[in-house]
């Protein structure tokens, strides 16, 4: 038996998000003496394969180089993975995905197919059959015990270190060509780009909410800020609904789940559907001109001030 770990990425490079969940996947192989293999599905995109070749403690790596996989929609990996578990040489015991919005959406169809249960977003490994994954925003941590034969599973990478990038020699393997199953297709995409880190990898963030007033405010104060600390920027979904910013800035339980080494919350009253997205973060520094806002109660540094008056000066100082 193995354990199968899905790659994220983007047809030209692997993910971080990926490294987290083979460390979620050590920690399993630690106590079935399971190899690891990484499952690769897209087109063009041997460059991945070969990153996640280098990845400590993987064996094998899986690759699907396909043209109707390019487009990573969910139904035509979904079909991957399990022609993968199922008409495939190895015997998976566990399957897991990051839990990102391509996670999210793709394994609870693998699971579906595989006729099995999805346990989604755990944080911890209890035992080979028993995980732990947060319940009601975080506020609950619920241990779940699966009878499965094959485990379906998405990790919430901030439940775990990043795995080694380099020094692995894993072989790479091309598999069984699947079939284009002509379900949906990939009409348009349209992409943010930013020179500043990937939200869910950043080790410093920036993050503002609807105390900032407007788009305007949200990148001329925030934006000098961030760049100084090398950091990312995130928002919360009422700075998001408001328009100030794209809504892959969100942090918080309908966005991105962030746990970096300082979080700045400015602007931010704190509402637990945000907290829940970045209470892990190991520092906390708060920025609000209201004493009794929420954001006070978890943050390490809290600072009761008028923020276009404190960032700036916060910028000027560095």
Known sequence: MAILVIAEHNNVSLHAS?????????RIASLTSSEIHVLVGGAACRAVAEAAARIAGVAKVKLADLPHLGDMTAESHAALIVAEVTNGTTAYSHILSPATSHGKNTLPRVAALLDVAQISEIIAVEDVDTFVRPFYAGNVLVTVKSSDVTKVITVRTTGFDAAISEGGTAVIEDTSATP??????LISRELSKSTRPELGAAKVIVSGGRGLGNG??????????ADKLGAALGA???????GFVPNDYQVGQTGKIVAPQLYIAVGISGAFQHLAGMKDSKVIVAINKDPDAPIFQIADYGLVADLFTAV???TAAL
């Open 18 to 26: 990926t490294l987290n969940t083979v460390s979620a996947a050590s």
């Open 180 to 185: 284009d199953a002509k379900q949906p297709r």
């Open 216 to 225: 305007e405010n949200f990148q001329s104060v925030l934006g000098p800020l």
């Open 236 to 242: 919360t979904r009422a700075a998001v609904d408001a």
């Open 312 to 314: 700036p000066e916060f």
